[in-house]
């Protein structure tokens, strides 16, 4: 079983940034893959960004250039740096973990607000 447990959401100015984390936890396991995905009131939940168990990463057009996903191995904790915030970033973000068996993990999320 894994855990995840986002952090860093709360209110921003549009413009102002964010720093979310997301740590995890459990038995042994071995990531294939680490996302960020939101979800916005009424709609519903997307893609923001991808980085994979050798590094590489990718994103939602709608962040690119503004976003960017790191990761600490040593922690287990993965990043979502948000530059440039948009109202419409406003939403819930979850952190998910995909297994090299496909099993995908998600955490509880974590609000982001921006304000216009």
């Known amino acids: 079983q894994v855990q995840l447990l986002e952090s860093g959401g709360g209110l921003v100015q549009a413009g102002g940034s964010l720093r979310l984390s997301c740590a995890a936890s459990?038995?042994?396991?071995?990531?294939?893959?680490m996302d960020w995905y939101r979800q916005a009131p009424g709609k519903e939940r997307e893609f923001v960004a991808r980085i994979t168990r050798g590094g590489a990463t990718n994103y939602a057009d709608s962040v690119k250039g503004r976003f960017t996903i790191s990761r600490d191995n040593a922690k287990n904790t993965v990043f979502l740096q948000m530059d440039s915030l948009k109202f419409e970033d406003t939403a819930v973000y979850f952190c998910s973990l995909t297994t090299t068996s496909a099993y995908k993990y998600w955490g509880q999320g974590t609000q982001v607000t921006v304000s216009s």
């Open positions: 459990g038995s042994s396991f071995r990531p294939y893959a």
